[in-house]
């Protein structure tokens, strides 16, 4: 079995978890960043002061097996109003095991070991960090909520103070076969898991051949109007070493869905000639779903599709 690390963290890499755990050539561990403050594991975040669970149980989940009475728990999430209003079974659960173990990533470890996972997640820290970033206004930028809300072009991002991986992180990547970066929000869940030291030197260190699954759409407040190539050269410059192959989508987007898109900044990430030198695979990976949350249709990329791509990419 070959030994492949993913980076990310919330939606889009626990979709490509859900194709790769199909392919039983790959020993899969996902690192995944800890520095959400959205929703439920904002608020355990700061009324718990542990690391936020969000998207490590989302990843936690997308490696259980789906019909699992236990796995549909740790999914659910209370919609009532009252004390849990919008808060996860999942993420209720690892803030407990955290207080009963005294570890963040040891609680994880614990309920992956519970749903009998077909993988390994880590959390990339156990410690707490809020992200920084600077705009070309001028303007600095605090946290992910402060991200979100810019209205120009992100220049630099860093963390309020230095953090360091876990051991298992840091192992896994010198280990690995083959390493994936996202698909994943670029800022906000890709390039935070770099921010920690210790990972841009064991991956540099490592020869495997380095994937990234670039998003289909771009995002406000952190990517709009950013090309592939734009995208490729953020991740390689905190990474401080290079990409060698890159995975892309070339489906049309249907005409209503692109213009409520627009309408909310975003638009397809075009796939420019500066990236096309390293080995890029573009194919039709685009797949529509109804958000749970919301209960609109949203852009996806196709697990299977990715899966099977990965699959030839590491062989």
Partial sequence: ??????????????????????????????????????????????EMHIPPPGDVRNNIVALAEDENLLTQLIRYRFTDTGVFENHSVGNIVLAALTKILGSFPEAVMKLSDVLAIQ??????????????AVNNLGETLIGEKGIERNRGKIIYITTNKRFSAIPEVIMALKSARGIVFGPGS??????????ADGVPEAIAANPCRKVYVANIMTQMGETLGMTLSDHVSEIERYLGSPLDDLIAN?????????????????EPVRIDSAAIPRRVSIEKLLKLVVDDRDQLLKVRHDEIKLATILKRIFS
């Fill in 186 to 195: 670029l800022y906000t869940s890709i390039i935070p898991n770099i921010l």
């Fill in 119 to 132: 993988g390994t997640v880590y959390p990339v820290s156990s410690q707490i960090v809020r992200l920084i």
């Fill in 250 to 266: 070339s489906e049309g987007i249907p005409e209503t869905l692109m213009q409520r898109y627009a309408e909310q900044g975003a």
């Fill in 1 to 46: 079995m070959k030994d492949i690390v993913v980076i990310g963290g919330g939606t889009g890499l626990s979709t490509l978890l859900r194709g790769l755990k199909n392919i039983r050539a790959f020993r899969l561990t996902a690192v995944v960043t800890i520095t959400d403050e959205g929703g439920s594991s904002g608020t355990i975040r700061e």
